[in-house]
C-alpha cells in the first residue's frame, strides 16, 4: 500500500496571502510532480473547496479577513469526512497557537520558515493516512451492510410461522 502512495501525486492547495510563500511552495510541489491550486485568502479557500476538493490543504493561519483558524473549522464543515488534511503554516510558535490549530482540525502544524526538505515527507505520511482512513471506513460500511442483512435474516426467521399449516 505504502509504494503505491509513494508514487501517487497530490492535487494541493496553498492558501497564504504572502504570494513568495505560494510561490515557492508551489514550485518545490510542482518539481515532486504534484497539481497545485492557489489561494491569496480564507474566502477564496473556501470557494475552491466547494468546486473541487484538493488532497491537501497548506493554511497560513495570519490572513486578512477570515484567518486560517476559522478557515479550517469551516472547511471541516463544509467538507465533513471528504475533509483533506490541513497542514497549517504559521509564524506563530507558541503553545496556545499550536492548540488553537489542531483544535480547528489541522493535521499538522508547520512554523516559517518552512523547512522545505521535510514537507514531501509529511505529504506522503498525509497520503498514507487519508488512504487507511478511506479504507477503514469503506470497511465499516461493509460490516455494516452485513450486519443489517444478518438482522433482517433473524428477524425473518424469528418470524417465520412455527408448525404446520392447515388448509380448510
Known sequence: MTNNLINQKQLILIVDDDAGIRMTAAGILEIQGHTILEADSAEACLDVCQQQTPDLILLDAIMPGMDGFTCSLKLRSLLGIQCPPIF?????????????????????????????????????????????????????????????????????????????????
Open 88 to 168: 497549517m503554516m504559521t509564524a506563530l510558535d507558541d503553545r496556545d497557537s499550536i492548540y488553537r490549530s489542531f483544535d480547528a482540525g489541522i493535521t499538522d502544524y508547520l512554523v516559517k520558515p518552512l523547512n522545505w526538505t521535510d514537507l514531501p515527507a509529511k505529504i506522503e505520511q498525509a497520503a498514507l493516512n487519508r488512504a487507511k482512513t478511506k479504507k477503514l471506513k469503506r470497511q465499516f460500511e461493509e460490516i455494516y451492510s452485513l450486519k443489517e442483512k444478518l438482522d433482517d435474516s433473524v428477524y425473518q426467521t424469528k418470524n417465520k410461522p412455527k408448525g404446520k399449516i392447515r388448509f380448510a
